[in-house]
């Protein structure tokens, strides 16, 4: 099993440029999530998505919009990059109980110039 | 003030020393505790998870948990340069499955 996986793992923008954050998993987990990662500010999340077909705002989602494509992928868009999103992106993944605690991809480092 | 609180260090000790990494908390309704291991340029995984209060012991971790103080621990014996890392602690409340994660704490282990 590959677990979760992100593409791309690294990406120059310039302001204005959109781009699309891919993520899959393939644990047949119903919940997905999308966080954003600074120094000193630790995970903070952007969007999250319970189920299939479901989505919701967390704690940072201006400038983003996410798909629920399928069980599988759930996809992160930047309409128009700014560069107070340059960040490094991580997905995650959980199952449907709460002891099934959450497992990360291997993060999207994004640098908007 | 945050929901959950963690030193960020850099917390730096020698090879063999035991460490404790401490979380406190505002929100009596978090229930599963969790502590995430985070190395350079990587995604965090899971290194323990707690249920309620008490704690629970793997190999050379020990995480603590104390409701009534509202703080968590995660205790690393005969500390190795390869736990050099960040730990980040998090925390839920039953049925929310959105967990609060702490800003981590940088450990390094220096031989």
């Known amino acids: 099993n590959a677990g979760v996986t992100q593409t791309p793992k690294f990406q120059v923008l310039k302001t204005g440029q959109s781009m699309t954050l891919q993520c899959a998993q393939d644990?047949?987990?119903?919940?997905m999530y999308w966080y954003r990662q600074d120094p000193g500010m630790g995970l903070r999340l952007i969007y999250y998505s319970a189920s299939e077909g479901t989505t919701d705002k967390g704690e940072v989602p201006n400038g983003y919009n996410v798909s629920r494509l399928n069980k599988r992928e759930f996809s992160l868009r930047l309409e128009s990059a700014a560069p107070s999103q340059t960040s490094v992106y991580f997905c995650?993944?959980?199952?449907?109980?709460?002891?099934?605690?959450?497992?990360f991809g291997p993060g999207t480092r994004l640098l908007v110039l | 003030q945050k929901e959950v609180e963690q030193d960020p260090g850099p917390l730096s000790v020698p090879e063999g020393a035991i460490v404790s990494l401490n979380c406190t908390y505002s929100?009596?309704?978090?229930?599963?505790f969790m502590w995430y291991r985070q190395y350079s340029r990587k995604g965090p995984e899971l290194l323990m998870y707690?249920?309620?209060?008490g704690n629970k012991e793997d190999g050379r971790f020990t995480a603590q948990v104390d409701k009534s103080s509202k703080y968590i621990s995660l205790f690393i014996r005969d500390s190795q340069p390869s736990d050099s890392a960040t730990y980040l602690c998090?925390?839920?409340?039953?049925?929310?499955?959105?967990?609060?994660f702490g800003r981590g704490t940088s450990l390094i282990v220096h031989p």
């Open positions: 995650a993944s959980r199952g449907r109980s709460p002891q099934e605690t959450q497992y």
């Open positions: 644990m047949n987990h119903n919940s």
């Open positions: 707690t249920y309620s209060s």
């Open positions: 998090a925390m839920e409340s039953g049925g929310s499955y959105i967990p609060t």
């Open positions: 929100n009596s309704a978090f229930q599963y």
